[in-house]
C-alpha cells in the first residue's frame, strides 16, 4: 500500500440471509441512520466534546471516516487529501485532524479522520475503522435491539479464549506508523462448498460480497430480485456505487457453522484486487453471517473471534 493511502471497502446497500434485497436509495430519498435495520454494530462518539455521535464499527476499514457535513460543527480544518482504497476504486478525499475522539475504550488523540458523504453511510456519522479500533475487544449483540461496544482485551484468558463456543482465529491488525493506517485487515479462513476461502470480516456491511472467481468455483446461482428497483449496487462512503450481481451461495463453512442458501453480492470489486485476492475465490463476510449468532466478540489484540448461538 503507498504511503499515506486509506484502504476502505465501502458500504453495501443490500439485504441479509433471507435472500430479500432492498430497494436501492434514490437521490431524494431521506437519508437517516436505522442501525436496527441494517443489523450493523452501533456506538455513540464523542469528538472534541460533541456527544451523542453515531458511527458503525466498520472492521474492514482500515481507516476512520467522518461525514462532511459535520466537519465545520467540530470546527475541524482539512489537512490535505490521501487515497482511499473502496470496494469502488481508489478514491483522493480529503482528511481532518481531531483532537480527541473517545467511545467506550476507546481513548485517542489526534486522530485523523478521511471525510465521506452522509449518504454514503446510510445516514451515520461515520465510520470507526481498524486504525482506531486495532488492540481493542469488540462486542456485538444481534438478538433485540442491536448494541456493540468497545472494551480492552481481557487480562484473563480464561473465560474467553477458553469458552466452548465456535472460535476462529485471525491475524491480529497492524497499525503503520506514523500516519496510523491499518495495514491489515481482519481475514479469516471459511470454505465454500469445499473451496477454501479468504474471508474478510466486514462487520460495516449488511451483506457479503464474493468475487467472480468464488462464484464460478462454487457454482453460485443467480438470486431472483422482487423488482427492478432492489438494489444491484454497492456504495463507498463517498457514495459512489459499483453494480452489483445478487447471487446466491451454498455450504458457507465458518469455523464450526455451515451455512445454504446465502443471499450475496458478486462483482469485480477494486477492493479484491486491492487486497491482492482478485485472481483466488474470496468474500467479505457481513453482518448477514454474523447475525445469525445471538453474540459475536472479537478480540483484535489476541486475534480470535468468538460466536456464541
Do not use: C, Y
Not at 76 to 95: F, S
Not at 180 to 190: F, P, Q, S
Not at 210 to 227: F, H, K, Q, W, Y
Amino acid at each position: 500500500m503507498a504511503a499515506g493511502a486509506f484502504s476502505r471497502r465501502g458500504l453495501v446497500l443490500a439485504g441479509a440471509s433471507s435472500l430479500v434485497l432492498p430497494r436501492m436509495t434514490r437521490a431524494q430519498d431521506p437519508v437517516r441512520a436505522d442501525p436496527d435495520h441494517s443489523g450493523r454494530g452501533v456506538v455513540e462518539v464523542e469528538i472534541d466534546g460533541q456527544t451523542g455521535l453515531r458511527f458503525a464499527l466498520d472492521t474492514a476499514a482500515s481507516a476512520s471516516v467522518l461525514a462532511s457535513d459535520i466537519v465545520s460543527r467540530l470546527g475541524l480544518t482539512v489537512g490535505g487529501e490521501v487515497d482511499m482504497h473502496t470496494v469502488v476504486g481508489v478514491e483522493r478525499v480529503p482528511w481532518v485532524r481531531a483532537g480527541h475522539i473517545r467511545s467506550g475504550a476507546l481513548n485517542r488523540r489526534d486522530p485523523r479522520l478521511a471525510i465521506g458523504d452522509r449518504r454514503g453511510m446510510l445516514g451515520l456519522d461515520g465510520l470507526l475503522g481498524l486504525d482506531l479500533l486495532a488492540g481493542h475487544r469488540l462486542e456485538f449483540r444481534f438478538r433485540g435491539r442491536h448494541r456493540a461496544t468497545i472494551g480492552r482485551p481481557r487480562i484473563e484468558e480464561q473465560g474467553f479464549l477458553a469458552a466452548e463456543r465456535p472460535r476462529v482465529r485471525f491475524a491480529p491488525p497492524v497499525v503503520r506508523e506514523p500516519d496510523g493506517v491499518a495495514e491489515r485487515l481482519m481475514i479469516v479462513d471459511a470454505r465454500v462448498r469445499g473451496v477454501r476461502v479468504p474471508a474478510v470480516i466486514d462487520t460495516g456491511a449488511e451483506v457479503s460480497l464474493i468475487n467472480p472467481v468464488l462464484a464460478e468455483a462454487a457454482g453460485a446461482t443467480d438470486l431472483a430480485v422482487r423488482s427492478a428497483g432492489t438494489a444491484r449496487a454497492v456504495q463507498s462512503p463517498t457514495g459512489r456505487a459499483a453494480v452489483a450481481r445478487p447471487m446466491i451461495i451454498d455450504a458457507l463453512r465458518l469455523g464450526d457453522m455451515v451455512l445454504d442458501r446465502l443471499g450475496v453480492l458478486m462483482g469485480d470489486f477494486h477492493i479484491f484486487r486491492h487486497l491482492g485476492l482478485a485472481d483466488q475465490p474470496a468474500m467479505l463476510l457481513g453482518v448477514d453471517v454474523l447475525g445469525v449468532f445471538s453474540r459475536v466478540v472479537m478480540d483484535l489484540q489476541d486475534g480470535e473471534l468468538l460466536m456464541e448461538i
